[in-house]
């Protein structure tokens, strides 16, 4: 149960922001009443900024993103390639590996046998699945 609460408390804090090198200083959450999470995350490895200095907290959360903060949260982010799994996320895809782990844990479908949709904003029903299924 506590490992429960704790995913989705940091899915819940990634979500609504976005994906910050340990140890950066992101200039566009300063006095932000979220500022301190989005650091916290940040440390634990779980979120990366946009571009150094920018954590652009604004932006919508892909499907690619939120497969790899999920995978990250659980420690089973994949650094390994595997084989294609979609057709719209290739081996030169930044995500690949990640999509096809999550993929092989049963966290994700496609959007159809074929289609990920990688770059596609994470609806809050996709998001939740995705956690649902990581959790088991």
Not at 75 to 84: I, R, Y
Request: net charge negative; with cysteine.
């Amino acid at each position: 149960m506590k490992k429960t609460v704790a995913l989705f408390v940091m899915v819940a804090l990634a979500v609504g922001i976005m994906i910050s090198v340990n140890g950066a200083v992101f200039t566009d959450i300063k006095g932000k009443n979220y500022e301190q999470a989005v650091y916290d995350i940040s440390e634990l490895g779980i979120v990366e900024g946009k571009a150094e200095g920018i954590y652009d907290p604004e932006a919508y959360l892909t499907r690619a993103e939120m497969v790899t903060i999920i995978l990250r949260m659980i420690g089973l982010e994949n650094k390994n390639a595997g084989k294609a799994v979609f057709d719209d996320v290739t081996a030169a895809h930044w995500a690949y590996s990640n999509v096809f782990a999550a993929y092989s844990l049963g966290i994700i479908n496609g959007i159809n046998d074929k289609t990920f949709a990688p770059d596609s904003s994470v609806t809050y029903a996709q998001a939740v699945k995705m956690v649902v299924c990581a959790l088991g």
